[in-house]
């Protein structure tokens, strides 16, 4: 069977799965690991392979020792890396900025380019690029490939990818709307055609995670997305605001005395559904709402306010849509949440069958009705299968 190694570097953590390019999306990977608290006196990986779990903890300086100790990890449970058919290391990689349109194989001039995008995803890239050059120290004999979150996104056209904001700033310093979670928006938009039987529909997808971002797209190329130059923007998130007045940055920093770092980690870190109500995980935000918290459930209300701003902004901008589909971890199972987003929206031919939304998320189903004009998906996501097929294509 030929591997694909996926990785996916954080600032302090690495997540890695061994796919087989051609397993079924709801299959479970040949392995799965994390890798956290890097930099910390004590890490931890973990690893998940043939049914069983294993942890190690050890002091994990950086990310080298962070991968050299997972492969040893691997090694020893029968899943090594360099004791199976690995045919590529397919890369995660944030902010491909106008460079990058579609996957690439990584060299080192390539490496270099996402290097000169630092400036754009100064927190996600130098960790992206350091992972990148571990494993290609590591594994030198593989190809590695890069796949960029915003490159679905490239070929948004002009009046959705532009800020109105002076364009001579905006072009010198790379200010315009990049879109992320392209690969998940993709992979599920994909899959719908494949259940449609036609791949000349419009559709909005709403990936729904701890992150959370929406698409509108017309025959498989986006038209407009909701997260913009960051992936700060758009939907409220769990822990990351969306869409706010830009002058409140002004005023924090004017008359609250906030520095910018601080206002950074407030918008990213602890705003969004968290912020709101002290949880950003749906589970527990359900929990309290049915224990009666007021805050809880001014959070999900703010949070389904938006998402359903957007939603009713890109049927406009489609001019008629053919589905709506939601994917990733709110999106696939918190039936509650789907069942708000669009309830009331007969009018415009959407109708939710109560039953088929209560269905546990066992793979990719329709949850309206028969006579629901437009048709509304549940799909799971599955971002390291998706790049794992694109490495294996461009290994080949
Ligand atoms: P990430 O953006 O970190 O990749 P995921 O797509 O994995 O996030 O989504 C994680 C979130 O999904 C959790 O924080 C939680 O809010 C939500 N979630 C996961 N499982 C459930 C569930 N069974 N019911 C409701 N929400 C869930």
Redesign the pocket.
Known sequence: MSLVLVLNSGSSSIKFQLVDPDQHATDEPFASGLVEQIGETEGTITLKHAGEKHTIKAPIPDHATGLDLSFKLMGEHGCGPLDVDLVAVGHRLVHGGILFSKPEIITDEILEMVRDLIPLAPLHNPANIQGVEVARELLPDIPHIGVFDTGFFHAMPPAAALYAINAEVAAENGVRRYGFHGTSHEYVSHKVHELMESDHINQITL??????SCAAIKAGQPIDTSMGMTPLAGLV??TRSGDIDPGIVFHLHRTAGMSIDEIDSLLNKQSG?KGISGV???????AKIDDGDQDAWLAYNVYIHQLRRYIGSYMITLGNVDAITF???????????RADALAGLEMYGIKIDEERNNQP?TGPRLISTDDSRIKVWVVP?N?ELAIARYAKKLAS
């Open positions: 990936h729904l995670g701890n992150g959370a998130m769990g559904v950003n995980d749906f589970r527990e935000l359900r994917t990733a971890g709110v999106g696939e199972n918190a039936t509650f949440v998320n996501t971002e």
